[in-house]
């Protein structure tokens, strides 16, 4: 007799009037099998919810890190306050840079389109996250304020980098859903918009990996004077302008998916006014819109 039949005894010696509930009737193989319609359910949702959940944890972890970071700083008493000043830059721009990693994904991976995660779906995420914990990490643990600084830029170069290509391999995915007609023909021309601001969003990565490069370069060999503090406010400001740049991206869904707008004025060429200037798309003009507009052209 296994214990939860001796349960049960107990219970109907101890009170008869007790219902005691079968637990065989909940373990019934026929109310456990899993057809092939649930599994292709979760298939659909399922790269979504991997990047959703994956980053969601991470910044989780990240922001713990980045108040155990601010306690320690706030308690510093040892640099002049214009080293205590930069410490606190390059907290910011260490915030900055999870935001813009974690407000990335959160913008467009509604749109991802139906496949098995692969390796790098989950490398990259994860890289990056490890990364953004250095970041806070280096600002308490470094030894000597010139080596904060170093380490810190060269991790700002890594995480950069991985950024990048971690843009590039969502767009991958968005650029293998049109090709393999995965998204209807108005929900194509939407898509290839986003990709718009995904490469945008790529260079900008580019630019930021560029001039930290160049700029710890130039700070450590002494090639050219410059303030303390002009490296990292450059590097924050560029981060914090990457949040800006979510912010555009946001707005254009909010238009897009909007109960108002039609996907026919998109292909049509129709401006999308934009907080910070237009974006047109006469480009995305869809196949079947360009086939109607021959025979009157042709007339």
Request: charged content about 15%; cysteine-free; proline content about 5%.
């Amino acid at each position: 007799m296994n214990l939860g039949k001796l349960y049960r005894t107990a219970l109907r010696v101890i009170n008869p009037q007790v219902p005691v509930v079968d637990d065989n009737r909940f373990s019934h193989p026929g109310d456990t099998k899993i057809s092939v319609t649930e599994v292709k359910e979760r298939y659909r949702t399922y790269l979504m919810t991997h990047y959703l959940g994956l980053h969601i944890t991470i910044v989780s972890v990240a922001l713990a890190v980045a108040g155990v970071a601010a306690a320690t700083l706030i308690g510093r008493h040892t640099g002049s306050p214009l080293e205590l000043a930069t410490l606190w830059i390059l907290w910011l721009g260490s915030v900055a840079a999870m935001a813009a990693a974690y407000g990335g994904p959160m913008v467009g991976v509604f749109a991802l389109p139906s496949y098995i995660p692969a390796v790098s779906d989950l490398v990259l995420p994860l890289l990056i996250g490890i990364v953004e914990i250095l970041l806070f990490t280096v600002l308490v643990t470094g030894h000597g304020f010139a080596n904060i600084l170093d380490a810190w830029f060269i991790l700002t170069a890594v995480f950069a980098v991985l950024a990048g290509f971690g843009v590039l391999r969502g767009r991958s995915h968005y650029q293998r859903g049109i090709k393999n007609e995965i998204y209807t023909i108005d929900l194509s021309e939407i898509i290839s918009l986003y990709m718009q601001f995904l490469r945008r969003d790529v260079i900008g990565l580019a630019v930021l990996a560029t001039i930290v490069v160049v700029g710890a370069v130039l700070r450590v060999t002494h090639a050219v004077a410059q303030p303390i503090l002009l490296l990292p406010s450059l590097v924050t400001a560029m981060l914090l302008l990457g949040l800006l740049g979510h912010q555009q991206t946001v707005r254009m869904w909010r238009l897009l998916l909007s109960e108002d707008s039609r996907p026919e004025e998109l292909a049509s060429g129709q401006t999308l006014e934009l907080a910070d200037g237009t974006v047109s798309s006469p480009s995305l003009q869809s196949p079947v819109a360009q086939s109607d507009q021959r025979p009157s052209e042709a007339g």
